[in-house]
């Protein structure tokens, strides 16, 4: 029965990319029509159920939305993709507070470093006010992308903390800039482009990144952040663990040269700790030692070369600190063939392209960052923009 079910997996597969190249090319009813049909034949294929959700989102129709996110992720409950569209649809459509907060901790606990979830986490968190998680949240995020200004900007927002007279400092370095602000048409509804993660490779070698959802009402977060990132950290022993997390205390509260020297310690005594020479990296940043910050990220990489947190670091740094825009490229390249539904990283692509002109690059990632997240409201202004500029 088993190789059966993949049998029919395998043709379902073949005959959906067929599908949505037919998709492409009729109107979103039409196109809606075609998967519908085919998730008559094929009712367990998540994929489909996916899709279709995004095109009943589109056509506002919430219900039919909620029903086939859901469907695509108990069918594929590890897909990270189907979790996070759910939870943000819980979350920004239905405020649904409790079950976005779940669902987010359980991608937290598979992957703490997942920068979208933390700042998702934060966000909410600070919406329901709970400050005190929503500054871990996005102090984290600080710690694993320096350069992350939601989560900047969300820590702006917070009051200090209680028993301090100024706000916490966090690792965080200047913004980026942001994208093109919109012209004056009003932006253009969400393309009607489906799985563009199926669309063939685009001309240019992409990708940085960024995400965010929105607001809602209480309910009780089951795991603190803490717990979270020590479970996924790298245990070489229980005294380097020690020192890290006191190099991570003093980080948040700003003491960045004892963080450093703590952080140099574990590297003395364990030099192949990934993680701490990450954070080295982001503290060298921080304090303008770029060639300090670049040995570390590249010893980042070397070390954990499938960690995509910090390789997009260290491609964040060479593209922002060293305007080494192919070598930061050659990164993105490679994280955006391993997973097309980054929407920061699709984002950050966009950027890039319009920063050197790009248009036609541009408008692609911003269609396809759209197609995933339609309410992104910085990515229509952009894309409105790229249009307003096209000749007539």
Same mark, same amino acid.
């Given at each position: 029965m ?6 029919i997996l ?12 037919e998709?492409?090319e @009729?109107? %979103?009813d039409?196109?809606?029509?075609h998967i519908e049909?085919?998730l008559?034949? $094929? ?7 996916? !899709?279709?959700?995004?095109m $009943?989102?589109?056509a506002g129709?919430?219900?039919?939305a ?5 469907k ?6 590890a897909?990270?993709?189907?979790? =996070?569209?759910?939870a943000?649809?819980?979350? @920004? ?7 976005? *907060? ?8 598979d992957? /703490? #470093?997942d920068?979208?979830?933390l ?8 919406? *329901?006010?709970r ?6 949240y996005?102090t ?9 200004f939601? +989560? ?6 917070? &009051? &200090?903390?209680?028993?301090t007279a100024? &706000?916490q =400092?966090?690792?965080v370095?200047p913004?980026?800039p942001?994208?093109? %602000?919109?012209?004056?048409?009003p ?5 009607? %482009?489906?799985a ?6 685009p001309l240019?070698t ?6 965010q ?7 009780? @977060?089951?795991?603190?952040f803490? !717990?979270?990132?020590l479970?996924i /950290? ?25 963080s450093v ?8 005594t364990?030099? !192949? ?6 954070d080295?990296g982001?503290?060298?940043? =921080? ?6 910050s670049r ?8 070390l954990q &070369?499938e960690?995509?947190?910090f ?6 740094l060479?593209?922002? !600190?060293?305007?080494a825009?192919e070598?930061?490229l ?10 097309r539904?980054d ?5 950050? *692509? /966009? ?9 036609e690059d +541009?408008?692609? #990632?911003l269609?396809?960052?759209?197609a995933?997240?339609?309410w992104?409201?910085?990515?229509a ?12």
């Amino acid at each position: 029965m088993k190789n059966k079910n993949s049998l029919i997996l395998i043709e379902g597969a073949a005959t959906y990319e067929r599908i949505l190249t037919e998709v492409r090319e @009729v109107e %979103a009813d039409e196109g809606l029509r075609h998967i519908e049909d085919f998730l008559k034949i $094929y009712p367990d294929f998540a994929q489909a159920h996916n !899709d279709v959700a995004v095109m $009943y989102y589109q056509a506002g129709n919430s219900l039919k939305a909620l029903a086939h996110y859901e469907k695509a992720h108990k069918l594929e409950p590890a897909n990270v993709v189907f979790r =996070k569209k759910l939870a943000d649809f819980y979350f @920004v459509e239905l405020a649904w507070t409790g079950e976005a *907060i779940n669902t987010y901790l359980d991608i937290l606990k598979d992957n /703490a #470093f997942d920068i979208e979830t933390l700042n998702a986490l934060g966000t909410i968190s600070q919406k *329901i006010g709970r400050r005190e998680q929503a500054r871990q949240y996005f102090t984290r995020t600080l710690q694993i992308d320096v350069n992350n200004f939601e +989560a900047a900007h969300g820590l702006q927002q917070l &009051p &200090p903390p209680s028993g301090t007279a100024a &706000p916490q =400092k966090q690792i965080v370095q200047p913004e980026p800039p942001p994208l093109p %602000a919109a012209v004056t048409q009003p932006p253009p509804p969400p393309p009607a %482009a489906l799985a563009p993660w199926l669309e063939p490779a685009p001309l240019l070698t992409p990708q940085p990144s960024m995400a965010q959802p929105s607001a809602a009402s209480p309910a009780p @977060v089951t795991s603190s952040f803490q !717990d979270l990132f020590l479970a996924i /950290a790298a245990e070489p022993a229980s005294s380097a663990v020690d020192l890290y997390q006191e190099a991570v205390s003093l980080a948040n509260e700003g003491r960045l040269d004892e963080s450093v020297a703590l952080l140099q310690t574990i590297i003395s005594t364990t030099p !192949d700790s990934a993680i701490a020479h990450n954070d080295l990296g982001v503290l060298y940043q =921080k304090t303008g030692d770029r060639t300090s910050s670049r040995y570390h990220h590249e010893a980042a990489v070397r070390l954990q &070369p499938e960690n995509t947190t910090f390789a997009k670091n260290l491609a964040d740094l060479l593209y922002c !600190d060293f305007g080494a825009f192919e070598e930061a490229l050659d990164i993105y390249v490679r994280l955006f063939a391993e997973n097309r539904y980054d929407v920061e990283l699709l984002k950050a *692509i /966009a950027h890039i392209c319009l920063e050197i002109d790009r248009q036609e690059d +541009a408008r692609f #990632f911003l269609e396809q960052l759209l197609a995933i997240k339609p309410w992104d409201l910085d990515a229509a202004e952009s894309l409105r923009t790229i249009g307003a500029a096209q000749p007539v």
